[in-house]
C-alpha cells in the first residue's frame, strides 16, 4: 500500500517554465511536509517545508501549496532553470503515526525533472 | 543548517567482506537516526531507525543481522553490512533529526557499496 503518492513520475519542462510536483498523503495526524530535492550521487537535500496551518509557504522560486482537506500538497518551481534538473521527493509519516512522539518519514516515488535550455 | 556526514561515500570490497559505514551530526544532536537504502531510479527505503543507547528498529524485511546498527552517541550511529553479497550492493543513506520537537530530517551524502 503506497503511503505517499506522487505525481508526475518524470517532468520535462521548458527553461522559464514552471514545474509542479504533486503529492497525496494519508496520515492527518501529521504537522510537517516536506519536500527533497536529489542530486545523482547525492543524498536528499530539505528544499521546503510546510506545516499546516498555512496554506501556502514561498522560498525564493520554490512554492509549497497545502490542501488540508484534499490531503494534498505541491511543490510549484517557477522560473525553472536547467540546475534545478534533479529527482524531488516529497515525504510524510506512515499512517500508523499518531501525531506525537517519534516518527520516520516515508517518501513518494520520486519525480524526474529534466528542464531543457 | 544542519549537516550530517556520512563515511565512506564509496566503498568496493570482496564477497563475504564485512562493511562499516559511519553517520555523523555534525552540529546538532540527533536522539534518532535512519538507514535507508536506495536503488537506482527508485525511492528511499527505510531500513531501520537507530535510538542513542537502544537498539535499533528494524522495518519489515531487512535482516537484522546482517545490517547491524550501533547508535552509540548522540552524533554518531553506523551500519555494518555483514558477509556482504553482491545483492547487498546499493546506495546507502542516513538520516538524522534534531531531538527538539517538529524538527526536520537531514541527510547525509550516501555511500554507495558495491559488492564484487
Known amino acids: 500500500q503506497q503511503q505517499v503518492k506522487q505525481s508526475p513520475q518524470s517532468l520535462i519542462v521548458q527553461k522559464g517554465g514552471i514545474s509542479i510536483i504533486n503529492c497525496a498523503y494519508e496520515?492527518?495526524?501529521?504537522?510537517?511536509f516536506p519536500w527533497y530535492q536529489q542530486f545523482p550521487g547525492k543524498g536528499p537535500a530539505l528544499l521546503i517545508a510546510i506545516r499546516p496551518d498555512v496554506s501556502e509557504k514561498k522560498e525564493g522560486r520554490f512554492t509549497i501549496s497545502f490542501n488540508k482537506s484534499a490531503k494534498q500538497f505541491s511543490l510549484h518551481i517557477m522560473d525553472s532553470q536547467p540546475g534545478d534538473s534533479a529527482t524531488y521527493f516529497c515525504a510524510a509519516p506512515p499512517p500508523s503515526y499518531s501525531g506525537a512522539g517519534s516518527y520516520q518519514l516515508t517518501f513518494g516515488k520520486g519525480t524526474k525533472l529534466s528542464v531543457i535550455p | 543548517g544542519a549537516v550530517v556526514s556520512q563515511h565512506p561515500s564509496w566503498v568496493i570490497c570482496k564477497s563475504g567482506t564485512s562493511v562499516k559505514i559511519e553517520c555523523r551530526s555534525l552540529?546538532?544532536?540527533?536522539?534518532?537516526m535512519f538507514w535507508y537504502r536506495q536503488f537506482p531510479k527508485q525511492s528511499l527505503m527505510l531500513m531501520a531507525t537507530s535510538n542513542e543507547g537502544s537498539k535499533a528498529t528494524y522495518e519489515q524485511g531487512v535482516e537484522k543481522d546482517k545490517f547491524l546498527i550501533n547508535h552509540a552517541s548522540l552524533t554518531l550511529s553506523t551500519l555494518t553490512v555483514t558477509s556482504a553479497h553482491p545483492e547487498d550492493s546499493s546506495f546507502y543513506i542516513c538520516?538524522?533529526?534534531?531531538?527538539?520537537?517538529?524538527?526536520?530530517?537531514?541527510f547525509g551524502d550516501g555511500t554507495r557499496l558495491s559488492i564484487l
Open positions: 552540529d546538532f544532536q540527533a536522539t534518532t
Open positions: 496520515n492527518t495526524a501529521f504537522d510537517y
Open positions: 538520516s538524522a533529526r534534531e531531538t527538539a520537537v517538529n524538527q526536520p530530517q537531514h
